[in-house]
């Protein structure tokens, strides 16, 4: 049963800390996606990864945060320094880049105190 | 800018009832896909829609792309407990896989 895996699953970290979240896509996916979710703001697009390669990080806060591949089956999200207005639920989903079909994972839930 | 509106944002039926879910914008999608999100966990994946008009149905679910691809329905017949959850739209309107979600629509339905 392939899926996408977060971790971790929940981050409790006081302001100023650097946070740094995993997503491992599934298997053979070559296109990954960084979301965040908030009940103001719902679900907004952070980044997106096609073949390991930032095409668009428009949706996030160039200061503060970075998204890399080190390799196909790793996306990290990086947040440094952290701060309140970043506590969230912060997802990562992955897809085949042939078809709509986009795989989210649990989810990794951030409070920033 | 908020490019989707979901309305209702709350819905609150018994078990047995019918609803609809609209999902509204003044862009023109590519696709547009219906995400249905249970607490604690990812958004799964229900439908994507790529052609005005277009009528899908997924058992008691019927999806509907509008005519001129900016807006889109959510029917459900009957519905369970099962189908409780927030329900998000989300559209692409450069046809590169970059989704925008919509704001949401929270159903409970109740036994």
């Known amino acids: 049963d392939a899926r996408v895996t977060q971790t971790p699953r929940h981050k409790v970290t006081e302001m100023g800390q650097e946070v740094t979240m995993r997503c491992q896509p599934i298997?053979?996916?070559?296109?990954v996606f960084w979301y965040r979710q908030t009940m103001m703001q719902g679900l907004e697009l952070l980044a997106y990864f096609r073949n390991r390669a930032p095409l668009d990080d428009s949706g996030m806060p160039k200061d503060r945060f970075s998204a890399e591949m080190p390799d196909a089956t790793l996306a990290t999200l990086k947040i440094q320094p952290s701060e309140p207005r970043d506590s969230a639920v912060y997802f990562c989903?992955?897809?085949?880049?042939?078809?709509?079909?986009?795989?989210f994972g649990p989810g990794t839930r951030l409070t920033v105190t | 800018t908020q490019l989707l509106e979901q309305s209702p944002q709350f819905l609150s039926i018994q078990e047995g009832e019918n609803l609809t879910v609209y999902c509204n914008s003044s862009?023109?999608?590519?696709?547009l896909q219906w995400y249905r999100q249970e607490p604690g966990e990812g958004p799964v994946l229900l439908v994507t829609?790529?052609?005005?008009?277009e009528v899908k149905k997924l058992k008691r679910l019927t999806f509907q792309f509008g005519d001129a691809r900016k807006d889109s329905s959510l029917h459900i017949t009957a519905a369970q407990p099962g189908d409780t959850g927030l329900y998000l739209c989300a559209g692409d309107t450069s046809g590169t896989y970059k989704y925008i979600f919509g704001t949401g629509t929270r159903l409970k339905v109740l036994a």
């Open positions: 829609v790529v052609t005005g008009g």
């Open positions: 989903a992955s897809g085949d880049g042939r078809s709509y079909e986009q795989y």
């Open positions: 298997l053979g996916h070559n296109t």
């Open positions: 862009s023109v999608f590519s696709s």
